[in-house]
């Protein structure tokens, strides 16, 4: 493996190897849950809640999304693990916290899917704050992985686009 490519250099095999481990785990299970939740045949409830909202007009083809989300969880997987290699520090600490987050808050939004736009659509926005607050922190510990993580930035904020667009069509008001 490029110890320049993943920010291994004095790095032990172990320790890089639970980073991949760590890092390819989550990106692995978060993107697992987005299929899961995907509006395709294999997922028929799915698709019929989401056939049944009104879309808007700039909404890619289904093929883009299947298209653009494996170079993008694997940079997602690469920029984690280089800060996982990165000397300890603080702020590595806080890009790590971060880094999980964001594959938290990306799972959450996902398995909320079109039934619950409402949560749908407050997951995303903390998707995108935590996604940028990634890049923030993640540029001083190592730039190459706040910018391996730039496209991720700017798809995401397409979708956030998108998902609100879905919500201001869709939602139906509540009274609380």
């Not at 004095?10 to 320790?15: D, M, P, Q």
């Not at 899961?36 to 019929?48: C, G, S």
């Not at 690469?78 to 990165?86: F, H, K, P, Q």
């Not at 990634?134 to 798809?155: E, H, K, M, S, T």
Request: aromatic share 8%; net charge positive; with cysteine.
């Amino acid at each position: 493996m490029d110890n320049d490519l993943i920010n291994a250099h004095g790095r032990s095999a172990r320790h890089v190897l639970i980073g991949i481990g760590l890092t390819g785990a989550a990106v692995l299970v978060s993107g697992l849950i987005g299929a899961r939740n995907a509006p395709t045949p294999d997922h028929p409830d799915v698709k019929w809640a989401c056939d049944r909202l009104e879309q808007p007009g700039f909404k890619p083809p289904r093929k883009v999304f299947s298209l653009v989300w494996p170079p993008l969880f694997l940079a997602l997987t690469v920029s984690g693990l280089r800060i996982w290699n990165a000397p300890p520090s603080q702020a590595r600490t806080q890009a790590l916290s971060l880094w999980g987050s964001v594959q938290a808050l990306n799972a959450i939004w996902m398995a909320l899917g079109p039934q619950r736009l409402n949560a749908q659509l407050a997951a995303a926005v903390a998707s995108l704050g935590a996604s940028a607050a990634y890049v923030v922190r993640a540029r001083q510990v190592d730039p190459p992985a706040a910018n391996l993580v730039a496209p991720y930035l700017g798809w995401i904020s397409f979708a956030n686009v998108l998902t609100e667009e879905l919500w201001r069509r869709n939602a139906k008001p509540t009274l609380h």
